[in-house]
Each structure stands twice: as C-alpha cells, then as structure tokens.
Nanobody, 114 residues
Framework: QVQLVESGGGLVQTGGSLRLSCVVS????????MAWFRQAPGKEREFVAS???????GYVDSVKGRFTISRDNAKNTVYLQMNSLKPEDTAVYFC????????WGRGTQVTVSS
C-alpha cells in the first residue's frame, strides 16, 4: 500500500520561503506523475503544481513564478519550494497523483502571516 507523508510546513511572514517534502513509501516514485494540492479553511482542495515522469511541470496561475515543484526518484520524494509567500497561500498542503488516485496523507500546515 502506497503511503504519502508530507512535511516542511510552518509559520512564516509574508515574503518568506518554505520547502515542503512528500515522501512516497510502498511503491517507487519513478512510476508516478505527482502533484501538490492545498486546502484552505472552508474551501475545496485545489491543485497547486504537478510534475510528470519526464520532469515537465505545471502550476496554477496564482503560484507561477513563486513555487517550484521537483522530484528525487532516488529518495522517493517530491518537493515544493515556495518563495515570496502570501497570506492567501495559507492552507494545508498535500501531495498525490494529479488524478488523486492515492490515499491522502495528513498534509502539512502552511501559515503565512501578514
């Protein structure tokens, strides 16, 4: 059974940076396209960024130029580098396949203070 464990969240001020990690266990990461999602209080979970097996990436418009998704197949880990953070980035961040086919992890809380 594949498990997803997200980490790296925290409390930062506007303009700060965080690097999130998602460790995939139970299967090799090299077989999956992966993505990051986020869910703010009272809102639906939304797509943030994706990285396919070829390494091509995609982003929601609101994070383009600020966030960078990457993967290290040898470490079975997907990363999300978040720079120039804004209060509207506050949410719980999750990883999964772009089609959301795996069981969700607990996520990691990101809070950006103004």
């Amino acid at each position: 059974q594949v498990q997803l464990v997200e980490s790296g969240g925290g409390l930062v001020q506007t303009g700060g940076s965080l690097r999130l990690s998602c460790v995939v266990s139970g299967r090799t990461l090299s077989g999956y396209h992966m993505a990051w999602f986020r869910q703010a209080p009272g809102k639906e979970r939304e797509f943030v960024a994706s990285i396919v097996l070829s390494g091509a990436t995609g982003y929601v418009d609101s994070v383009k130029g600020r966030f960078t998704i990457s993967r290290d197949n040898a470490k079975n880990t997907v990363y999300l580098q978040m720079n120039s953070l804004k209060p509207e980035d506050t949410a719980v961040y999750f990883c999964n396949t772009p089609s959301r086919t795996l069981s969700w992890g607990r996520g990691t809380q990101v809070t950006v203070s103004s």
